[in-house]
């Protein structure tokens, strides 16, 4: 019997095994290969036709004015912006309404031109893909021919130009009301810019823009000064200020205030809002003060030694409000803001303020022209009556009420005579009150009173005894009154 080598028939158990393994892996991946090429060649295929289709027509998400034109063509574009003119209507939007803008009525014609075919040989039809994203937009200024006067009348029909509809703007201003100033608010208005909005108009029609806001787009015209401006605020506060102290004079025997009822008035505010003084108004006030409270040359009643009742008046004495600074002082309390309480500036003052017609009070000194007679009064007790000589009749003491303007010891007192010489004489008290006129002793005279001032009559002085002179003397100061009638 032969003997069979079983391990010579057999195959070798490593190759096998080997060639199992490998016949397992070809046999897995072949399925996905083949799916990765049909992908490969779809794409390709959509790829390709893209890059065709698109040779043609606008890509996808192309926009012109904001107007969708992807997938196009170049005609079909065209034609959305040349006949479509339902499509180039133009919205007015305003405070109260809309109104529109129809091409047709202005005869609109609106040519692209090159333009959009410019704008689609300029794409890469091999970059189709990249517009699949978000939204590219183009703005493109078409040639667009419209009839302006059409446009005018159109433009002037819109009921925002109709006067009855129509509001003008108006400014913030400041009003003085019952109790202080106040701020009235601006009004907007709706009075439209048409020159602009004409000008708007045309942009639109040419960049297809389909709707024109008024507020949005400030076509309104608008007030210049707004309630909440700082420097309408800050007006406001300097008007209240200036108006809002009260100022009380004093005038001895009364008072007179002024406050916001009065003061309103003189705050001028212009119209860009800075805040002053109305100085002819105060002046008005200040002159009227010293129409009703200046003494100085007024009429005064008077009861002369004789116990005559008459009626005094010329001569420097009395009260006299000095306009210039007193108009200063009354603008300097204003803008404090201040209550004030003080006397008025004066340029004369007298010695005393009893009441409107009485202030020569108890102390003074009476001439008596026509008695050739003096008198001293002091706190209403008669310290002395004499007799004097005044002014002859070429060179007469004047009448009237007079203040004692200084008093000296020991002078010359020197002046032309009526013959042309000079004359020098001199006094131990001089006391003048009227210019060169004065009180003072004449030693040289053996007489007074009388008839002698018509032939014998002093140069305008009051000449006295010398006791007389040196008693008034003692008693008087610079302001004492002099009363002469």
């Not at 029909?157 to 202080?180: G, H, M, S």
């Not at 000449?463 to 003692?474: F, G, Q, S, W």
């Amino acid at each position: 019997m032969k003997k069979i080598d079983m391990t010579d028939s057999l195959p070798d158990i490593g190759d096998v095994a080997d060639g199992q393994v490998v016949q397992k892996k070809n046999g897995n991946h072949l399925p996905l290969k083949i799916g990765i090429s049909a992908v490969v060649i779809l794409l390709l295929v959509i790829y390709g036709f893209g890059v065709y289709y698109y040779r043609s027509h606008f890509q996808r998400n192309t926009y012109v004015n904001n107007t969708r034109i992807g997938g196009m063509t170049v005609s079909e574009a065209e034609k959305t912006f040349t006949e479509d003119y339902n499509s180039h209507k133009i919205a007015i939007k305003e405070k109260e309404r809309t109104e529109v803008i129809n091409p047709t009525d202005i005869d609109t014609v609106i040519d692209v031109g090159s333009q959009i075919s410019d704008l689609h040989a300029a794409a890469n039809p091999w970059l189709w893909f990249t517009n699949f994203f978000g939204k590219k937009n183009h703005e493109v200024r078409l040639d667009v021919t419209y009839n302006e006067e059409a446009l005018k009348n159109v433009v002037n029909a819109l009921e925002c130009f109709d006067k009855k509809n129509v509001q003008a703007p108006v400014n913030a201003y400041i009003k003085a009301e019952e109790k202080e100033f106040v701020i009235v608010p601006e009004v907007l208005g709706n009075t439209v810019k048409k020159k602009l909005l004409l000008e708007r108009i045309e942009e639109c029609l040419s960049t297809c823009v389909t709707s024109i806001d008024l507020e949005k787009e400030d076509l309104y015209k608008l007030p210049t000064a707004y309630e909440k401006d700082e420097k309408v605020q800050n007006a406001l506060a300097t008007a209240n200020k200036y108006s809002h102290g009260t100022i009380t004079y004093d005038f001895k025997y009364t008072t007179e205030s002024i406050d916001y009822a009065t003061t309103k008035d003189w705050i001028k505010i212009s119209d860009k809002f800075k805040v002053t003084l109305n100085e002819d108004k105060i002046g008005d006030y200040v002159n009227d003060l010293g129409m009703k409270y200046n003494t100085m040359g007024s009429s005064r009643d008077f009861t002369t030694a004789y116990g005559r009742e008459i009626h005094v008046y010329d001569g420097d004495y009395g009260w006299k409000i000095y306009y210039d600074k007193e108009l200063e002082q009354l603008k300097k309390d204003l803008k404090s803001g201040k209550d004030v309480n003080r006397e008025p500036v004066y340029s004369y003052t007298a010695m005393c303020r009893n009441s409107a017609r009485d202030d020569i009070g108890d102390s003074y000194v009476e001439v008596s022209l026509s008695g050739q007679e003096v008198w001293l009064y002091v706190n209403g007790d008669c310290i002395l009556n004499t007799s004097c000589v005044t002014g002859k009749p070429s060179s007469p003491t004047y009448a009237g009420v007079y203040s004692i303007t200084y008093k000296t010891k020991d002078t010359n007192l020197t002046g032309p005579n009526a013959n042309g010489t000079m004359y020098s004489s001199h006094v131990d008290y001089w006391m003048p009150f009227n210019g060169n006129q004065g009180l003072h002793d004449a030693s040289w005279r053996n007489s007074f009173g009388g008839s002698i001032y018509k032939s014998n009559g002093s140069h305008g002085c009051v000449n006295l005894p010398p006791y007389a002179a040196a008693i008034i003397y003692k008693y008087i100061d610079k302001g004492f009154p002099v009363v002469i009638y």
